[in-house]
């Protein structure tokens, strides 16, 4: 059983940033893929960003690189996603989400291979 919870959503004028949390709890220990996916009404979820739990290997899409940072904290069984230079183009409902795993790679960025979801955090940039 895995359970997420997202955090940090809010509205923002462009150019501002945003740090979004997730916290999870899982039944099963062992390495996992972290992943933030976000979602408009008019556009299918795509990823964001993923960390591999291990050993904090990460994997970005182009459209966010050199301005989102994803990163983990295992202590306290929390990753974030800290979003700068914000655009209109990043207003979106973002999710956390999570897969267990045994190595890293490109699969990571398939919303496909994510079975456990968190709720959704809405980001608006205007």
């Known amino acids: 059983h895995v359970q997420l919870v997202e955090s940090g959503g809010g509205s923002v004028q462009a150019g501002e940033s945003l740090r979004l949390s997730c916290k999870i709890s899982v039944d099963t220990p062992g390495d996992y893929s972290l992943a933030w996916f976000r979602q408009t009404p008019a556009k299918e979820r795509e990823a964001v960003a993923t960390?591999?739990?291990?050993?904090?290997?990460?994997s970005y899409v182009d459209s966010v690189k050199d301005r989102f940072t994803i990163s983990k904290d295992n202590a306290k069984s929390e990753w974030f996603l800290q979003m700068n230079s914000l655009g209109p183009e990043d207003t979106a409902k973002y999710y956390c989400?999570?897969?267990?795993?045994?190595?890293?790679?490109?699969?990571?960025?398939?919303?496909?291979?994510?079975?456990?979801w968190g709720q959704g955090t809405q980001v608006t940039v205007s």
């Open positions: 960390i591999f739990s291990a050993d904090g290997r990460t």
């Open positions: 989400s999570t897969e267990r795993c045994s190595y890293f790679g490109t699969w990571s960025l398939l919303t496909g291979s994510y079975t456990n």
